[in-house]
């Protein structure tokens, strides 16, 4: 197995085994709940209070920058979104040559299957991406992109990034189900 084989493994063995199959099933009011209030989301062009909302079509990100402090707590569209866009969509465009990928042009999903056919096509180019590195372009940074680290860095990068926010997106997908569930006394 090559280097590049074995960066994308790691992450496609997450995918395939945790993440993806944690997404099965996920539905509008699963997609858009807010846990507290304030919380950034994906709305209706329109309708965000945040700072600098950003998007193309008829949904919007909610945005700010510089970043609030303490940053706002996000759905699960909003953490998707984030995934497409910023940790995956940049990256295949700089890295592969794939389209262009921006937050302010970007035509965020109005829904919960929007959303999970957007990751699948974005996740599905970075693997192929990955998969078709040479030994010498992980060594060297990338000649595109704003990042000048090893390519392999970057790879290792998005791979944790998707992790950490997967398990962000699984939890609340949890206290979704366990919301209206009373909590066990302790005695």
């Given at each position: 197995m ?23 099933g ?27 909302p ?71 180019r ?37 992790i ?22 302790r005695?």
């Amino acid at each position: 197995m090559t280097r590049s084989e074995r960066l994308a493994e790691q992450l496609d063995w997450y995918w395939h085994r945790n993440l993806r199959p944690r997404l099965d099933g996920l539905t509008d009011a699963e997609y858009f709940w807010e846990p507290v209030p304030d919380c950034w989301s994906v709305r209706p062009r329109g309708t965000s209070t945040a700072p600098a909302p950003v998007g193309s079509g008829a949904w919007t990100l909610d945005f700010a920058l510089p970043e609030p402090v303490p940053a706002p707590v996000t759905t699960i569209a909003w953490r998707l979104a984030h995934i497409v866009v910023s940790c995956l969509g940049y990256r295949v465009g700089w890295y592969f040559g794939g389209p262009d990928v921006d937050a302010e042009t970007f035509p965020y999903a109005g829904t919960a299957d929007e959303a999970l056919h957007q990751l699948d096509e974005m996740y599905g180019r970075w693997n192929t991406g990955v998969r078709a590195l040479s030994d010498a372009a992980l060594d060297n940074p990338p000649t595109a992109g704003p990042e000048q680290f090893p390519l392999e860095n970057r790879v290792l990068h998005v791979n944790r990034e998707l992790i950490h926010h997967g398990a962000e997106i699984s939890l609340l997908r949890d206290l979704y189900l366990h919301q209206n569930t009373p909590a066990p006394r302790r005695t």
